[in-house]
């Protein structure tokens, strides 16, 4: 029996009149989609919060619709701020309500008829939280492991808030008008004064992090406004200071490893410098010491230390953003769930997020021709699985079989191959509702790029006229003889494929981003090569799930032949027909969230040339994951709840994020630029190390010499790989890693730096070629597997 320690506090606080919302277990992280505006008194939405996570930590929505607001008091020993000792400048606080936190501060709560402005560090480790903030109370847990506790007397359900103190309330900014502007010479300097960046690091703690989804774009703008306005500072400072203090509160935040990323981050700045807010004056922030801390002057060791800390600190808060989203969603409700828990449980090298695909699929075939939602989507899903060789990538396919198997809808599953377009039809015409499983369908698509048959090359065109046809009848190709001709009345195909990286991508062109079938399929991109689970029996699979899968495999739904032609395909080669399926109701709140999506994704598609029509049909595919998880989690009566709509909306961003950041720059035009993508990658291996030319040779046997040194050359000359030479040897990075001296951009002996040909020519006596050779080199040809090419690209 699950138990849910933390529901009978949240609705006791909710009689309170306080506002609750939950957070991730153990975090400060709010598990809805919008946080603290989600936050209410409404004893039913609670109880549905914790009983879909029993764990989750609970949050008290401040300001008006509490009626409290708080002084947050923190210390923070590694940046040297006591809250204790700022507070000793004030009379003593009143008797209030009053909670311990766990790193030693506490939370004062008071009523105010005047409320208090918000403000981050009031003084140093003072916040001052009303409307639009949150605070974490008892008996949530801090990261850290301690306990938020009331101090003794002091509970809410003991005394009642006390009136705000005038003495702690910040000074209201007067607006800005043409008497109090004062105009500031032009500051770019590349090491401001100390204080300045003090300042303006306070300021960026107050700024409204970006959210995905949720203008974030605007809100990175303003923050860069106000540095490289406000406080005047450089272009580099303020990089420096967005990608160090803002950039790790963003959700998710921006990868600056990744150059698309970089670029979208840096070209922030730049329009920040061209676009200053109206009505601002250049350096309108630089006599506002609101937001000032004592300045402590480390010494050049120091420095050193808290750069490295605050490089591992970012990395750390980027993966733990990714792998707390990573496993909220890989941690469904209802059968979904329970079918994707079995999975990982008895996986020996565990992978959630393709467990979680494989089961969209398989559910999505189990419930076909016999659901769809108000708006006529069905369940069919495409659904690729992506991870690196020898990962673990066939368990959940394996264990599927074992599960429809077992209760007896063995019948659902098609083959483990496909042979052609034709033969599709012929499964689909004895069971329109299927379940393909493929193991390595990156050879299948690698294969129809290639050239292939005839008959693989229809099999995509197929699949997406099937992805469409779900409500509809689908008309196979004609024949001299017309009785075998196919005609599938609502056909349900449903897919999974696994791939590695390499395989996927090469398969994959351009054009698929473009023609649609991209956009029909979702991508479970795991990144994780996880360790053997030791010990592990493959043992019986749990009853309830035989039972549920079984019910549903048997359950039958209302045939109609009221549309009078239908009867007419009721032949040996037609499908039979499928009448009214089981309508789920979709609801209010839930279409908002659909609708919010739609309007993200079609953002998403206006400003992405790239990538943008995979966008297109997010708002469907989301549509056909909700209807999934609400028939796992009713039988009788579903209905698309509005959690069920935040969660296939969160699950489409995350995987087409992940597909733009992670396989979109891998998709290329020809053979040889997918070669040349290889080369990078294995030079990307090394990391900060560096490789020597062997290293390269040795991993890319696949190459004759002469286009291997060629396909180098050329990666060189447009700064993809950065060479450093030295003797007779060389040395090759990927541009991040490379020395930072001989970063891109910076000139001196940088071989990214010469002129075009220069380097040619160095480089050729690297690789041990005679100028002659390098002054005759022809057009790349197409990559071959013998030693010589084929053709011409």
């Not at 009053?98 to 005047?114: C, K, L, V, W």
């Not at 060789?389 to 264990?399: L, R």
């Not at 970063?743 to 006596?765: E, L, V």
Request: glycine share 8%; charged share 20%; net charge neutral.
């Amino acid at each position: 029996m699950v138990t849910t320690p933390f529901l009978g506090p949240a609705l006791h606080y909710a009689s309170l009149g306080w506002a609750v919302f939950p957070l991730a277990p153990g975090e400060k992280r709010p598990i809805t989609a919008h946080g603290v505006k989600d936050a209410t008194t409404d004893e039913a939405q609670i109880r549905e919060w914790w009983s879909k996570w029993p764990s989750a930590n609970i949050a008290v929505a401040c300001g008006e619709i509490s009626s409290v607001y708080v002084v947050d008091v923190d210390t923070d020993s590694g940046r040297g701020i006591d809250g204790h000792e700022s507070l000793k400048e004030f009379p003593s606080l009143p008797e209030t309500v009053r909670q311990d936190t766990p790193r030693g501060g506490f939370h004062a709560f008071f009523q105010a008829s005047n409320p208090p402005a918000n403000r981050n560090s009031f003084r140093p480790g003072i916040d001052i939280r009303g409307n639009g903030y949150y605070v974490v109370v008892a008996p949530s847990i801090h990261p850290n492991g301690g306990q938020y506790k009331w101090s003794p007397g002091c509970a809410p359900w003991q005394r009642t808030p006390a009136d705000y103190p005038d003495f702690l309330r910040p000074a209201t900014r007067a607006p800005w008008s043409q008497e109090t502007q004062v105009r500031v010479p032009m500051r770019t300097s590349v090491l401001p004064d100390t204080a300045v960046v003090e300042r303006a690091r306070g300021y960026l703690a107050a700024c409204d992090a970006a959210v995905q989804g949720q203008a974030g774009h605007d809100k990175l703008l303003w923050a860069a406004q106000c540095l490289v306005g406000g406080f005047a500072l450089s272009d580099t400072v303020a990089f420096e200071l967005l990608a160090s203090e803002y950039n790790p509160r963003c959700v998710p935040p921006w990868d600056l490893t990744n150059q698309r990323d970089y670029k979208d981050f840096m070209r922030k700045i730049t329009e920040a410098r061209k676009n200053p807010p109206r009505g601002k004056p250049h350096g309108w922030l630089l006599e506002d010491a609101g937001y000032s801390t004592p300045v402590i002057l480390p010494s050049p060791g120091d420095i050193a230390a808290l750069i490295a800390e605050a490089q591992r600190e970012h990395a750390d808060k980027k993966s733990a953003l990714y792998r707390e989203e990573l496993a909220f969603l890989c941690s469904p409700t209802g059968l979904l769930g329970r079918i994707c828990s079995w999975i990982n449980a008895t996986a020996i090298k565990p992978q959630p997020l393709l467990a979680l695909g494989c089961s969209l699929a398989a559910l999505g075939a189990l419930f076909g021709r016999k659901i769809r939602d108000e708006l006529g989507n069905y369940t069919n899903l495409y659904c690729v699985g992506i991870a690196p060789s020898s990962a673990g990538k066939a368990h959940a396919m394996n264990q599927i079989r074992r599960l429809f198997t077992e209760a007896g809808a063995a019948e659902l599953l098609g083959g483990d191959t496909v042979t052609s377009d034709a033969a599709i039809e012929e499964r689909l015409a004895a069971q329109p509702a299927t379940l393909f499983l493929w193991d390595e369908i990156g050879h299948l698509l690698s294969f129809m790029r290639s050239g292939g048959s005839s008959h693989h090359a229809q099999v995509v065109s197929m699949l997406m006229k099937l992805y469409s046809a779900a409500g509809s009848v689908y008309l196979g190709r004609e024949y001299a003889l017309s009785d075998k001709q196919r005609t599938i009345i609502q056909p349900c195909l449903c897919l999974y494929g696994a791939s590695t990286p390499e395989r996927f991508t090469e398969g994959l062109t351009p054009q698929n981003l473009q023609d649609g079938w991209i956009s029909r399929v979702l991508t479970f991109y795991s990144h994780d090569m996880p360790s053997k689970a030791r010990g592990l029996k493959l043992g019986g699979i749990p009853d309830d799930l035989i039972q549920d899968v079984q019910a549903w495999a048997t359950r039958q739904v209302p045939l109609d032949f009221s549309g009078g032609d239908v009867k007419t395909l009721a032949t040996p080669s037609h499908t039979p027909a499928i009448g009214q399926q089981i309508v789920i109701p979709t609801q209010v709140e839930a279409e908002r969230e659909f609708v919010a999506f739609d309007a993200y994704a079609e953002h998403q598609a206006r400003h992405n040339s790239d990538s943008g029509s995979i966008w297109l049909k997010a708002e469907e595919n989301a549509r056909r994951v909700a209807l999934i998880v609400a028939a796992g989690q009713a039988f009788e009566q579903p209905v698309i709840s509005q959690q069920d709509a935040q969660y296939a909306c969160r699950l489409m961003k995350f995987l087409l994020a992940d597909f733009v950041m992670t396989v979109e720059p891998e998709i290329t035009a020809s053979i040889t630029e997918a070669a040349k993508r290889k080369l990078v990658a294995i030079v990307r291996q090394f990391g900060k190390a560096g490789c020597v030319k062997r290293d390269i040779t040795r991993k890319s046997q696949f190459l004759n010499q002469r286009l291997r040194d060629q396909m180098v050359a050329d990666l060189l000359e447009a700064g993809e790989l950065i060479c450093i030479p030295s003797g007779h040897t060389a040395k090759f990075w990927v541009p991040q890693y490379a020395p930072q001296n001989h970063a891109i951009g910076n000139t001196g002996d940088c071989p990214s730096a010469t002129p075009k040909g220069a380097f040619a020519q160095q480089y050729d006596r690297i690789a041990g070629r005679s100028l002659q050779e390098s002054s005759s080199r022809q057009e790349v040809p197409t990559v071959s597997q013998g030693s010589n090419p084929s053709r011409a690209d």
